[in-house]
Structures are given as C-alpha cells and as structure tokens.
C-alpha cells in the first residue's frame, strides 16, 4: 500500500504536540504504526518533519495573515492546524503545483475530519496560494522580520544580536536552518582508519578527514543512510557531532587513568574517551536515567569497550570516594546551540526559565569538582550559547573554587569565550561547522 506522507507527517506533528516526545522519538512511533520499512519512504517523513518544524513561526505567521481573524488561529483544531502547516511548507517553501499540494491536504482533511473541516481548510490554502510573502514581511517590526524570515524566536534573535556583530547574527541564523553536516567516529577498537575509509568508499560514501582529529571523518555524500551500512552495525564507527569530539578531545584522557564522566548517556562522549584510551584504566560513567544507561550499555558491547563501568544514580550525590585524574561534566543545558539538529527545542524552550538550568549545571560542576584529585583536570561544557550556562558558571567557579585554575581548553579550535574567558572555547555553527558549543578547562591545584 502506498504511503502517503503528508499523512503520516501530520500525526507524527500531533503526537510532537500532545506529548514529550523529540522529533525522532515521535517520527519512529508513527513510522512503526504504519510499518513503513522503505528508509527512503521514512528519510522523505523525517526531512518533512524536521523542516516544518524548523519552520514553525514562519508557517504560522503566513497562516495568520491568510485569516480574516488572526485570533481565530489559536481555536484551529491541532490536528487541522498541522495539516495546513504541511500545506503551507510545500506551498511556500518547496517547487510543486500549488493546486496537487492543496487538493492532497483537503483530500486528507476530508477523510479523517468530514467535508465542513475540508471546505476551511481548501479556503484557506486557496487564499494562501495568492499571498506574497514579501507582503507578510512589510507589516511586520524589524525584530518580527527576522524571526519570520529566518525561523527563530525573538528573544533568541535579541540575545544574539547582544554577542554578535550583525552580520554574524544573520549568518549563524542561516546555517542554524541548514541541515547539519554529518560526522562520523572511525572505532579505532575494532578497525584501522584508512580500512574503514576504504570500506566506506566502496559503499559510495564520500568523506572529509578532520584536519585536527584523524579518527572524526565529515560525510559529504552518501547514497544510503549511515546507519543503515553494515559498517554501522557492526560497530566500526559511531555518529558523533563535530563539537562533542572536540570536548573529548579537550579532557585529553589518557592511557590507564581514572576517570569519571558524570553526565554520560547517551555516550557520544564516554566512548570516545575509552577509545582514547584504548581500553584501559578506568572509566566511570554516571546517568540519572535507567533507560538511557542501559541504551548505552548496548552500545558498549557494539564497540567492543570494556573500560567503562555504568552506574545510574544522581550525580549530585555520587557515591564515590576515589578522586579521579580527570572528571568531565557535560550537564542538561537549554540547547541553545544545537537549534539546527534539533529545531522542535527553538520553540520549547522559554527563557524564563532559565535558572533552571543554571542551578543545576552550578551543582553538578560543584559535585564533579569534589571528585577530582590534586593535579587532576575538570572539564565542563554545553551545547549552548547562552552566557548564563557558560562565562558566568565559569567565572563564579574560579571565584568560589581557589583551589583549581582554569588552563587552556586546548586543542585551539574555536574562538575565546566571552567575558574575559579567554581560556575558554566556544563554537558556532556559522564558523566551525559544529554546534554551538562552549568548553572550558580547569586544573585542581595544592
């Protein structure tokens, strides 16, 4: 039976609406209800998905203009309203025959909400077919402008235009709405770099090696997706983002030490940190959540790791007395810094909140700080650009921890951190084709 796909995108918007789940985690529900195994058929629901969302504001914004009353917008049913969602994407943002995109979705409409649903929603996306978008930005204030135009909050645009030049600002919103570039960890534990590159290639897998890092290669091109290569399932490699590799790479472990990595799963980090140190010493790996370590536990057998020693417990008690040669937190943050990878957190996460977070990530650092010995090193990072989880964490530390000093968070990719941090390292998407990212360093002193 053929999948239809705007379909299949609208329920998977609404499950996104009515529950917690990520755009993945909710992709994969509905994918799974209707047995769709062609990973074509699933790659064409995710890049739908995520771009609609990515594209929220903006879709919403071009529907509220194409109503009588924009007030009305908020009493649209949210399946009915996801549905128009889909219709205005592929209306504005894609290059198909306006009247098959709209006739689809009413078609849909009708049969899941009856003929009165279809008749607004066949109105509605008529008029929309008509409306300039250059009309929608006219209207609108300059701060409104550049969410619409560029699918980001106004309160971000703000906080980015306090730390950022203007041009910068545009560019970082820009690449925020490109699909990210993959990498890859080559698992030196079970395959040599150059035979995994070999393989790869032989599976029409075009890759970049990372000037920095041998083991991190960049796809450029591949005709499958990575995880369906059977390189991938044996374990010979492991998806990681740019910037989580530099993080392990600024702990710098080595060979038969102790360390304790507080925030593990899902483990991007922890694995590479016993691959590293090529299975020895000692690593202690900590997660809060049962289902998440036991997910990573699975990946540890895949990759053939043996140094690593899982633990699911609250690690602002952890219930260890050894110190431990270096300690990484790597805490909850806002993910502020990962929009491009995960859009659905642009329009979930409030600002307001904020203390939240930053409560937390202040007693973690405290927490991992008490189990690092003299000598020993403390690493600390984020995937957000927000100075509240970074500078003034760091700063606040030095001030209150006189025992440990903070050192360069080497190697030097990036650029310094604000407020005086010029030890510290911070990574935007537009400029190091990572995550926003921010790192720093600090050494436990006598």
Same mark, same amino acid.
């Given at each position: 039976?053929? *999948?239809?796909?705007?379909?299949?995108?609208?329920?998977?918007?609404?499950?996104?609406?009515?529950?917690? /789940?990520?755009?993945? @985690?909710?992709?994969?529900?509905?994918?799974? +209800?209707?047995?769709?195994?062609?990973?074509?058929?699933?790659?064409?629901?995710?890049?739908?998905?995520?771009?609609?969302?990515?594209?929220?504001?903006?879709?919403?914004?071009?529907?509220?203009?194409?109503?009588?009353?924009?007030?009305? =917008?908020?009493?649209?049913?949210? $399946?009915?309203?996801?549905?128009? #969602?889909?219709?205005?994407?592929?209306?504005?943002?894609?290059?198909? *025959?306006?009247?098959?995109?709209?006739?689809?979705?009413?078609?849909?409409?009708?049969?899941?909400?009856?003929?009165?649903?279809?008749?607004?929603?066949?109105?509605?996306?008529?008029?929309?077919?008509?409306?300039?978008?250059?009309?929608?930005?006219?209207?609108?204030?300059? #701060?409104?402008?550049?969410?619409?135009?560029? =699918?980001?909050?106004?309160?971000?645009?703000?906080?980015?235009?306090?730390?950022?030049?203007?041009?910068?600002?545009?560019?970082?919103?820009?690449?925020?709405?490109?699909?990210? $570039?993959?990498?890859?960890?080559?698992?030196?534990?079970?395959?040599?770099? !150059?035979?995994?590159?070999?393989?790869?290639?032989?599976?029409?897998?075009?890759?970049? @090696?990372?000037? &920095?890092?041998?083991?991190?290669?960049?796809?450029?091109?591949?005709?499958?997706?990575?995880?369906?290569?059977?390189? &991938? +399932?044996?374990?010979?490699?492991?998806?990681? %983002?740019?910037?989580?590799?530099?993080? %392990?790479?600024?702990?710098? $472990? @080595?060979?038969?030490?102790?360390?304790?990595?507080?925030?593990?799963? $899902?483990?991007?980090?922890?694995?590479?940190?016993?691959?590293?140190?090529?299975?020895?010493?000692?690593?202690?790996?900590? !997660?809060?959540?049962?289902?998440?370590?036991?997910?990573?536990?699975?990946?540890?057998?895949?990759?053939?790791?043996?140094?690593?020693?899982?633990?699911?417990? !609250?690690?602002?008690?952890?219930?260890?007395? +050894?110190?431990?040669?270096?300690?990484?937190?790597?805490?909850?943050?806002?993910?502020?810094?990962?929009?491009?990878?995960?859009?659905?957190? #642009?329009?979930?996460?409030?600002?307001? &909140?904020?203390?939240?977070?930053?409560?937390? @990530?202040?007693?973690?650092?405290?927490?991992?700080?008490?189990?690092?010995? &003299?000598?020993?090193? /403390?690493?600390?990072?984020?995937?957000?650009?927000?100075?509240?989880?970074?500078?003034?964490?760091?700063?606040?530390?030095?001030?209150?921890?006189?025992?440990?000093?903070?050192?360069?968070? /080497?190697?030097?990719?990036?650029?310094?951190?604000?407020?005086?941090?010029?030890?510290?390292?911070?990574?935007?998407?537009?400029?190091?084709?990572?995550?926003?990212?921010?790192?720093?360093?600090?050494?436990?002193?006598?």
């Amino acid at each position: 039976m053929a *999948v239809n796909k705007e379909l299949v995108a609208g329920e998977v918007l609404d499950l996104i609406e009515k529950s917690n /789940l990520s755009e993945r @985690q909710a992709i994969k529900q509905i994918v799974k +209800k209707y047995k769709i195994t062609d990973w074509k058929i699933r790659g064409g629901i995710h890049a739908l998905v995520f771009e609609i969302i990515r594209k929220y504001n903006g879709i919403d914004e071009i529907i509220k203009y194409s109503l009588k009353d924009k007030k009305s =917008f908020k009493r649209i049913e949210i $399946p009915i309203k996801n549905l128009l #969602r889909i219709g205005v994407y592929e209306l504005k943002f894609m290059e198909i *025959v306006p009247a098959k995109i709209t006739n689809e979705i009413v078609e849909i409409t009708k049969q899941k909400f009856g003929k009165n649903k279809s008749k607004f929603v066949n109105a509605l996306l008529k008029n929309i077919e008509k409306t300039d978008l250059n009309d929608i930005e006219d209207h609108l204030n300059e #701060r409104n402008r550049l969410s619409f135009k560029y =699918f980001h909050p106004n309160w971000y645009i703000e906080y980015l235009e306090k730390i950022l030049d203007r041009d910068s600002v545009i560019s970082f919103l820009k690449e925020n709405n490109k699909v990210p $570039p993959i990498y890859i960890r080559v698992n030196t534990l079970k395959i040599r770099i !150059d035979r995994l590159i070999g393989i790869l290639k032989n599976n029409k897998v075009e890759l970049e @090696q990372d000037p &920095y890092f041998p083991e991190i290669l960049k796809v450029t091109k591949t005709k499958k997706p990575m995880t369906r290569l059977k390189s &991938y +399932k044996k374990g010979l490699f492991y998806i990681q %983002t740019k910037s989580s590799a530099v993080v %392990t790479h600024v702990l710098d $472990p @080595q060979a038969n030490e102790y360390i304790l990595d507080i925030c593990a799963a $899902p483990g991007g980090k922890t694995t590479h940190i016993a691959q590293l140190m090529k299975n020895t010493g000692k690593i202690l790996a900590l !997660d809060l959540s049962y289902r998440r370590i036991m997910e990573l536990k699975l990946k540890l057998k895949l990759l053939n790791i043996k140094n690593i020693e899982l633990i699911q417990t !609250d690690s602002l008690n952890i219930p260890i007395r +050894k110190k431990a040669d270096r300690v990484l937190v790597d805490p909850p943050c806002t993910g502020t810094g990962a929009y491009g990878s995960r859009p659905l957190a #642009r329009w979930k996460i409030n600002i307001k &909140y904020l203390s939240n977070y930053t409560n937390l @990530q202040w007693k973690l650092l405290a927490s991992g700080a008490s189990h690092v010995k &003299y000598g020993g090193t /403390l690493v600390y990072s984020t995937c957000s650009i927000l100075i509240e989880e970074n500078e003034t964490i760091v700063k606040k530390f030095l001030e209150q921890y006189p025992d440990f000093q903070i050192i360069p968070a /080497l190697p030097q990719i990036g650029m310094k951190g604000f407020m005086d941090c010029e030890n510290c390292k911070r990574l935007f998407p537009h400029l190091h084709e990572s995550e926003g990212f921010f790192i720093a360093k600090f050494q436990k002193i006598e």
